[in-house]
């Protein structure tokens, strides 16, 4: 990984704990556990919802100056093997927005937020200056 994905993915790395589903009702999200997802500054990550867990391949990058992560994942689905794509951006609140694919199966968008405990930087302009407001 380069100096500039290790500082994008500083923004994103850490638990974050799912907080909307736009497929899912939160207590679905929350049937086994508190629904999260969580990225390692190294590229790798996971996840848990419902009976869903997955373990991601990340690529960090930026979107409109703004830390954002790409990426496959490889999982289960009550013991059943599943697998898919997705994406997570941090936005101005500070939040996570992102969405969330199954191969050959549902999708859906996501919004996160720091899982207590994790201390989160809001997102940076390129230039590295804090959005007005912030």
């Given at each position: 990984m380069t100096?500039?994905?290790?500082?994008?993915?500083?923004?994103?790395?850490?638990?974050?704990r799912i907080s909307r589903m736009d497929t899912w009702a939160q207590d679905a999200v929350d049937l086994v556990g508190p629904g999260f997802l969580e990225f390692d500054r190294d590229g790798n990550g996971r996840f848990g919802f419902i009976a869903v867990t997955g373990w991601m391949d990340c690529r960090h990058g930026a979107h409109e100056g703004r830390p954002r992560v790409e990426f496959s994942w490889d999982g289960s689905?009550?013991?059943?093997?599943?697998?898919?794509?997705?994406?997570?951006?941090?936005?101005?609140?500070?939040?996570?927005?992102?969405?969330?694919?199954?191969h050959n199966g549902d999708d859906s968008g996501f919004t996160a937020v720091p899982f207590p405990g994790e201390d989160k930087p809001r997102a940076r302009t390129s230039a590295g200056r804090r959005r007005v407001g912030q």
């Open positions: 100096r500039s994905d290790s500082t994008r993915a500083a923004g994103i790395a850490g638990k974050w689905d009550e013991g059943d093997h599943i697998s898919g794509r997705g994406w997570a951006e941090l936005l101005p609140d500070g939040s996570l927005n992102g969405h969330l694919f199954i």
